[in-house]
């Protein structure tokens, strides 16, 4: 398939742009970041010119709120993000054209620019709308300032999009909103914004992808079927100070909203790519040509990048739409309980810390979540990596380069060719064309198994042709068996190049090859090899042990915890407590530890009424004691960061809650003051962990019921 093509394809590659109000996410690479990078890899190998573009998503309702929640300024969060990211982005050999920043004004120059070439070509009116407002806070509620149920599936939405359908949603439509600064119903408000005549171009999209058969199943049929239910126009502005300014008279108390803005970060960071290279006008090479557009997102983007930057694209005019969107389903994570009690943790500033970042990336890319979800698990994690990355790869490189380093000390000469070699050959050609065409049809998955397989295929050849039995009595033969293999090692650098970064360096390094494997032609694998002296080699990959990393970072951290006896309990009847206001008496059901009786202090939080058939999580083994004259057996865990917000627990009544990753040892009866002693807490993803380690359930972690800062005390 490579053969056939001509040199100097132009691929433009748009990588999802991460919001800067967190750490990255091993789903942000898993999902966007990755397989962007193996593609861009590829297709500059190939000889194509590729310009591949992200950067910090930082403005919008993600940010301020994470603001808002620390006290800082939005710019603090955006500086502090996007530095992590960069960083992270670098050490993981993610490579891009131009990794830019939403906040800078070359962005909004762009942005501005597009917005008002959309307003004269009419596609921009202000209409009069009803937003959500909250009272007791003053102000409107944009975006993820509402928090609410999805009327469309009934999962949990914030006021632009739901988390578990992925409907886009407009202001207003969950149904049971509740401001997500202070708990409140929000009432709808009047107030003018500007929309987007989406709806003018349902035609024009269905035609554009008439021919896009050859796009991922779900992500095709995800955007006709929405696209023929009716396209809705769009408000684009929202009452904010953070953000783009809306560039026309009468609205500069307003910005433009954050996916609006954010997805002409493509062509703003094409444009300042351009300036950067000295050549500003070279952005449309890519953007005013034949150039292939993909966008590598996961799910819950695919509607902004699918319909409306398309359409935008459209409104505006003159400007490339997507070739493909080959979006990826969600890497889960039911092995998390293992380690990242132990801190091992799915963030990563944490990965980078332990394990080198092309293990990170053979995982990634061997579990590529392209047709379904996929599950991120340690065991496996060190399984995949000490089995096939060192096992089959690194060793067959390993063995090559080592044996002919002590028997040659250079690449030997290769004589006669039989059958068995020829075959060697052979398989380096298929497979690399195998390889090539599961990358250009972004199948990423596939082509890294083709690679181990080649690997295997490899240290079969060894083992047939036993060239440590040669090497005493026929060392020509054994020479010509060693130099196919050194090929095959050169075709692996080469092929490992995209997937594995630093691998296929160190490849082409250790075997003497002049200059980097990345600026080699994928061709070049099929190459004889240039004449090097080889040194003795050092392994390419270390072997990963999680149980060490967890004797490693166990311990005192969790300290005690084990000594809680943690059960889920549902809250059968709920009674004001006659003596004092702020206390109610609960029975509870702890399945097979009977019902009991306790007593708490959360009245003035909380109806009677939500509490009742409410699993929550119960401390049974604290000693009993009698507050205000009723005897109270064990005592609710609750986060409290001003008012108490419940842990809730889905397993069945009496169902064990331990921290994730520690021994259980439960006292007969711990104290109060033990208690208090604890590193009980909220972490940074909302879950409840003593020392560290993440609180659950046989279902799952335990949270708070509502949104608390990460950490916030439990008790
Ligand atoms: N920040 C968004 C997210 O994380 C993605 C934005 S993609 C962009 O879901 F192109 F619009 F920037
Ligand atoms: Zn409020």
Redesign the pocket.
């Known amino acids: 398939m490579s053969d056939r093509k001509t040199d100097g394809e132009r691929i433009f590659i748009?990588v999802?742009?991460?919001?800067a109000n967190g750490p990255l996410h091993l789903g942000?690479v898993v999902g966007c970041l990755l397989p962007a990078d193996i593609f861009g890899r590829y297709h500059r190998m190939q000889g194509n010119r590729v310009l591949m573009v992200?950067?910090s998503?930082e403005h919008g309702t993600?940010i301020t709120l994470k603001a808002e929640k620390e006290g800082v300024t939005p710019k603090d969060i955006a500086d502090r993000y996007n530095r992590q990211h960069v960083d992270n982005i670098d050490a993981l050999g993610i490579e891009l054209e131009n990794f830019s920043r939403?906040s800078n004004s070359f962005h909004r120059q762009v942005v501005q620019d597009f917005f008002l070439r959309l307003h004269e070509n009419g596609y921009i009116y202000p209409e009069t709308m009803e937003s959500p407002y909250c009272e007791s806070c003053g102000r409107f509620l944009p975006d993820r300032y509402v928090e609410g149920t999805c009327p469309y599936c009934g999962g949990t939405a914030r006021g632009d999009q739901c988390e578990d359908c992925g409907k886009t949603l407009e202001a207003g439509e969950v149904d049971d909103p509740r401001c997500k600064l202070c708990g409140e119903m929000p009432v709808m408000r009047e107030t003018e914004h500007l929309f987007f005549e989406l709806s003018a171009f349902e035609d024009e999209l269905l035609a554009w992808l008439a021919d896009k058969d050859f796009w991922r199943g779900n992500v095709i049929t995800f955007t006709r079927n929405w696209i023929r239910e009716g396209l809705e126009d769009r408000a684009v502005t929202r009452d904010l100070e953070w953000g783009v300014p809306v560039p026309l008279e009468g609205y500069e108390d307003k910005r433009l909203y954050?996916?609006f803005e954010?997805?002409m970060?493509?062509l703003s960071a094409s444009r300042e790519w351009a300036e950067q290279q000295d050549t500003p006008e070279a952005w449309r090479n890519w953007w005013q040509s034949d150039a292939r557009h993909y966008?590598f997102?996961?799910k819950?983007?695919i509607p902004?990048?699918t319909i409306i930057?398309p359409a935008m694209l459209l409104a505006h005019g003159d400007l490339r739409l997507p070739y493909d969107v080959p979006a990826n389903e969600y890497l889960t994570f039911s092995g998390e309980q293992f380690s990242k009690s132990k801190g091992i943790g799915v963030w990563i500033p944490d990965v980078l810390e332990r394990f080198a970042p092309d293990a990170i990336r053979y995982y990634l890319s061997i579990n590529m979540p392209e047709k379904h979800d996929t599950d991120w698990n340690w065991r496996d994690f060190e399984a995949k990596t000490n089995n096939e990355l060192v096992g089959t790869l690194g060793n067959f490189v390993h063995r090559v380069l080592t044996f002919t380093a002590k028997h040659y000390g250079e690449i030997p000469e290769m004589g006669k060719l039989t059958p068995d070699d020829e075959a060697m050959l052979e398989a380096i050609e298929k497979r690399g064309e195998a390889i090539s065409e599961a990358i250009e049809t972004v199948r990423l998955k596939q082509g890294m198994k083709e690679l181990i397989a080649l690997a295997q295929q490899g240290n079969r050849y060894l083992n047939e042709q036993e060239p440590w039995n040669l090497v005493k009595q026929q060392r020509e033969r054994c020479g010509t068996v060693l130099h196919v293999a050194l090929r095959l090692v050169k075709a692996l650098a080469v092929y490992a190049a995209p997937y594995l970064p630093h691998a296929g360096q160190r490849i082409w390094s250790m075997l003497g090859q002049p200059g980097q494997v990345k600026e080699q032609r994928w061709k070049a694998a099929l190459d004889g090899l240039a004449d090097a002296a080889l040194e003795t080699p050092t392994p390419l990959f270390d072997t990963i042990d999680i149980d060490d990393l967890v004797a490693e970072d166990g311990g005192d951290a969790a300290e005690g915890c084990e000594q809680l006896d943690l059960r889920v309990a549902e809250i059968s009847r709920v009674r004001e407590h006659p003596d004092a206001d702020r206390l109610y008496v609960f029975d509870l059901d702890i399945g097979g530890l009977g019902r009991r009786r306790i007593v708490a202090g959360i009245r003035p939080w909380y109806d009677e009424e939500e509490l009742e058939g409410r699993r929550i999580v119960v401390v049974v083994n604290l000693k009993p004691a009698v507050i205000r004259g009723v005897r109270s057996q064990g005592m609710l865990l609750a986060a409290d960061d001003g008012s108490p917000s419940l842990l809730v627990a889905t397993g069945e009544p009496g169902s064990v809650v331990t921290p994730a990753g520690v021994e259980a040892a439960p006292a007969d009866e711990v104290d109060i003051e033990l208690l208090r002693e604890l590193p009980l807490e909220v972490n940074e993803d909302g879950v409840a962990v003593c020392g560290g380690c993440e609180l659950r359930d046989k279902n799952g972690v335990v949270r708070p019921d509502r949104d608390v800062a990460a950490g916030t005390p439990i008790h």
């Open positions: 748009g999802a742009w991460p919001y942000t992200s950067g998503d993600p939403t954050v996916w954010a997805v970060g493509y966008y997102l996961a819950d983007n902004f990048h930057w």
